[in-house]
Nanobody
Framework: QVQLVESGGGLVQAGGSLRLSCAAS????????MGWYRQAPGKPRRELVA????????NYADSVKGRFTISRDNAKNTVYLQMNSLKPEDTAVYVC????????????????WGQGTQVTVSS
């Protein structure tokens, strides 16, 4: 199995910064894309925040462009989200995901999700 564990969430004032980390472990042969999603209070669905391919290509939600930066360390199977200029609207549970190949015996990929880390931005 594969586990994703997020860390780095917390309480911060508007305008502040946080850096989230998500480390994948377990039965991993390789990881393709990794990403961050969030689910805000009162919202019916989680939304994409940012994704990054194994080669480093990134994609961001319009709401976070210019403020958030996603990066990854392939050797550590870890993805990061640097969040700057935080706004109260960024308050949400942030969840990491990864597209994982678990064995050399198959090239099939499966998506795994972490448990989430709370980010609260006060005004």
């Amino acid at each position: 199995q594969v586990q994703l564990v997020e860390s780095g969430g917390g309480l911060v004032q508007a305008g502040g910064s946080l850096r989230l980390s998500c480390a994948a472990s377990g039965r991993i042969f390789s990881i393709n894309a990794m990403g961050w999603y969030r689910q805000a209070p009162g919202k019916p669905r989680r939304e994409l925040v940012a994704t990054i391919s194994r080669g480093g290509s990134t994609n961001y939600a319009d709401s976070v462009k210019g403020r958030f930066t996603i990066s990854r360390d392939n050797a550590k199977n870890t993805v990061y989200l640097q969040m700057n200029s935080l706004k109260p609207e960024d308050t949400a549970v942030y969840v990491c995901n990864a597209e994982v190949r678990t064995t050399i015996l198959s090239n099939n990929m499966a998506t795994y999700w972490g448990q989430g880390t709370q980010v609260t931005v006060s005004s």
